[in-house]
């Protein structure tokens, strides 16, 4: 049974870059021509789609954040990764990983604080 | 962008109440049209795929409804475990999506 876990700081100080790796368990990443995604929720808030990537490694990114998102995926490693720069309070979020769309990750939160 | 604008913003009903959830979009999406539904604390969960495609293992209470601009989300007759936030959310410019703010349904 396919799973997907995010992992990575919990804790990132603002105009620092956050990074977390989404590890896929049960299949591969590549196997299938699947796009994968990261997506994230402010605390009380709705849902903000950040970027996708194809299991080849095309990327797609919102417009709004395109100038601060790298995608990227590591097939040896079964992994996917969100990287996003110069972060502020604003980016504090629950960070979800996912098997566009049917498969998501637990998500981990995000706190961009001194 | 394409923005979705869902309504109402809280819906209050009982158990075994109908529901009705409406999702309009900025321009035509055509069919291309999701709704999930989240719980607190947990990820959203893909209902309807495609306007009105069940995704695998959700109840039959759950349609999907519309084209263009105007769709419907129907629970026929509310479980106690249907009380949660459901999301709309568009990917006719795939591979870039859009999601609406949400519909809270509350139980009365």
């Known amino acids: 049974q396919l799973q997907l876990q995010e992992s990575g700081p919990g804790l990132v100080k603002p105009s620092e870059t956050l990074s977390l790796t989404c590890t896929v368990s049960g299949g591969s990443i590549s196997s299938s021509s699947y796009y994968w995604g990261w997506i994230r929720q402010p605390p009380g808030k709705g849902l903000e789609w950040i970027g996708s990537i194809y299991y080849s490694g095309s990327t797609y990114y919102n417009p709004s954040l395109k100038s601060r998102v790298t995608i990227s995926v590591d097939t040896s490693k079964n992994q996917f990764s969100l990287k996003l720069s110069s972060v502020t309070a604003a980016d504090t979020a629950v960070y979800y990983c996912a098997r566009l769309w049917s498969l998501w990750g637990q998500g981990t939160l995000v706190t961009v604080s001194s | 962008e394409i923005v979705l604008t869902q309504s109402p913003a809280t819906l209050s009903l009982s158990p075994g109440e109908r529901a009705t959830l409406s999702c309009r979009a900025s321009?035509?999406?055509?069919?291309?049209l999701a709704w999930y539904q989240q719980k607190p604390g947990q990820a959203p969960r893909l209902l309807i795929y495609?306007?009105?495609n069940r995704a695998t293992g959700i109840p039959a209470r759950f349609s999907g409804s519309g084209s263009g601009t105007d769709f419907t989300l129907t629970i026929s007759s509310l479980e106690p475990e249907d009380f949660a936030v459901y999301y709309c959310?568009?990917?006719?410019?795939?591979?870039?999506?859009?999601f609406g703010q949400g519909t809270r349904l509350e139980i009365k």
């Open positions: 321009q035509s999406v055509s069919s291309y």
């Open positions: 495609d306007a009105s």
């Open positions: 959310q568009q990917r006719s410019n795939w591979p870039g999506v859009t």
